[in-house]
């Protein structure tokens, strides 16, 4: 998509204004919006965009075959000033790895996008609880999405008679499965959007805690979510 704005072009008037009388020329290049730890999208997602800022004719490329850009280039009269919209489109990540990708865009200059397609599905709730692998060292909080696996779990009291798991899916046909009898979901099908799905929960009158796994699948990508109920108390 294609747009020029009179605004970017007034603020770069002013940066001519402000240049020496040798150079009348003002570049700049950025991604929009700017985000320093790299785009992620996520296993089941196979189209996200982006925007290109720029003063300058550019190129892009990825560096990896599994992401393509649309469009590669785009052509800027002197003088103007543009926002492309980029299509990033990829195949579902079902390879069990987050994946890496970067976007090389050269323009006057030359920058860098990275961009990571994770291996597991938009769970928002529970909350994903990020370990760091084995091999990567330092604090889990910190390093890029690559050095981290994921989990989701929750813990219900033995009374506890109802829960919500809440997601994203970007494929129509996604479902929902437990695997156990004392956790029963209401949907078991969903289409692409944000879903809160209700489970009724059967409460533990047992003196043991039990574990039950729930099954979010799209677009050929499972993630699991465990749910523990805590045991009956004694009276």
């Known amino acids: 998509m294609k747009k020029v704005f009179p605004l970017l072009i007034s603020v770069m008037v002013l940066c001519f204004a402000a240049c020496t009388e040798s150079s009348y020329e003002y570049h700049q290049t950025y991604f929009y919006p700017q985000q320093p730890g790299g785009k992620m999208m996520y ?13 300058d004719s550019w190129t892009a490329q990825t560096t990896a075959d599994w992401l393509s850009l ?12 543009m926002n492309t919209l980029v299509k990033l489109t990829c195949a579902p990540n079902t390879t069990g790895q987050t994946r890496h990708a970067a976007i090389l865009l050269k323009s006057f200059g030359s920058l860098a996008m990275d961009v990571y397609q994770t291996a597991w599905l938009n769970i928002i709730w529970p909350s994903p609880v990020y370990i760091n692998k084995p091999e990567a060292v330092g604090d889990a909080s910190t390093g ?19 829960m919500k798991v809440k997601f994203r899916v970007y494929a129509d046909g996604a479902t929902l499965q437990s695997d156990a009898a004392w956790l ?7 289409a692409a959007g944000t879903h809160e799905a ?7 009158a047992f003196a043991v805690s039990r574990t039950a796994t729930l099954t979010l699948s799209s677009n050929g990508v499972s993630t699991p979510i465990k749910v523990t109920q805590k045991e009956k108390q004694k009276q």
């Open 43 to 55: 296993a089941d997602q196979t189209l996200d965009t982006t925007r290109v800022i720029s003063y």
């Open 70 to 81: 649309t469009p590669a280039e785009q052509h800027i009269p002197a003088g103007y000033g």
């Open 144 to 162: 890029t999405i690559m050095d981290k696996q994921v989990s989701f779990m929750t813990t219900l009291s033995a009374d506890t008679t109802s």
């Open 184 to 190: 029963v979901q209401k949907d078991t099908v969903y």
């Open 198 to 204: 209700l489970l009724s929960v059967e409460p533990n």
